[in-house]
């Protein structure tokens, strides 16, 4: 059986740069916490855990504590809640979100409506929304798009995308958009490793018998690229580990593509090649 994983599978440089900041804080500061979860993976929520950075819900007193701020990125008032309670800050927002921050900050600054492209409750379009002194509209789909009344009443907007969603769907969002708004600015934000990603599921997808897609369930870049995977090959399978892979895939298969998110390890990955070497074995 003919196995090929994606060279852009795993962890993207964003999510690197933050497990080493997060590591790094760990070594040399005691009290270390974080907002929430690193990234949306167990494997990697239970190394930080080990390494002594805990999770909390809510910011409290702040003396002597250090707070980690998250690949995704978080809202201006965080930050200022956390400076005046006192927290130490070190921020791991990944520079490609930053990115996102400046642009919506700047056209805002320059009078344009701000569109967002994202999942409405996701961190990171929380974070970004969060830059914006006034408020941004979020479009999470199609459907969620306001009436053509309200749309026409923005003169100039600028639209930004969370760096994981899918080109295709932004694109027919962009197409409605643009019929009801004089003035549209598109800022494609979504980043070049998830482009790169989503590019390669959708060439393994064609031309392997199966495709799996490795990472959690909690993960949206993972499930994009699921969903991406299943439109071009019914026989997509989305995966956490090698424990979820069943036997009665293989039958008759010669070839599979393989896929992981953007916060699966490698060592996942090489896991779940291993099982199906052994299962073709
Ligand atoms: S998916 Fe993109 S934006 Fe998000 S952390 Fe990775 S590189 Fe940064």
């Known amino acids: 059986m003919k196995v090929t994983v994606a060279k852009s599978a795993g962890f993207c440089f964003g999510v690197k740069r933050a497990l080493k900041i997060a590591l790094h804080t760990a070594s040399c500061e005691k009290n270390v916490y974080m907002l929430g979860d690193i990234v949306h993976n167990e494997d990697v929520v239970k190394t930080i855990s080990e390494a002594g950075i805990k999770k909390i819900a809510k910011l409290s007193a702040g003396k002597e504590k250090t707070l980690l701020i998250r690949a995704h990125g978080t809202s201006k008032e965080t930050f200022k809640k956390a400076k005046k309670l006192g927290y130490k800050i070190v921020d791991a927002t990944c520079l490609m979100v930053k990115e996102i921050h400046k642009i919506a900050i700047k056209k805002q600054k320059q009078n344009y409506k701000i569109i967002v492209i994202g999942d409405k409750k996701h961190d990171e379009v929380r974070g970004i929304t969060g830059q914006l002194k006034k408020k941004a509209l979020v479009v999470d789909s199609l459907k969620s798009l306001p009436s053509k009344a309200t749309l026409k009443k923005y003169k100039k907007a600028a639209v930004v995308v969370q760096s994981t969603q899918n080109i295709e769907e932004v694109k027919k969002i962009i197409e409605k958009l643009k019929i009801h708004i004089q003035r549209l600015e598109f800022y494609n934000t979504i980043c070049q ?13 064609l031309n392997n018998d199966i495709m799996l897609i490795i990472g959690s369930r909690t993960s949206a870049n993972t ?5 991406i995977s299943k439109s071009l090959n019914e026989k997509s399978y989305w995966i956490q580990s090698q424990k979820d892979i069943k036997k009665n895939w293989f039958s008759g298969i010669k070839s599979v593509g393989i896929t992981a998110g953007a916060s699966t390890p490698n060592t996942t990955t090489k896991e779940v090649v291993k099982k199906i070497k052994e299962l073709a074995g």
């Open 193 to 205: 490793p998830t482009s790169s990603k989503q590019q390669e599921a959708k060439t393994l997808s």
């Open 223 to 227: 499930k994009r690229l699921y969903e």
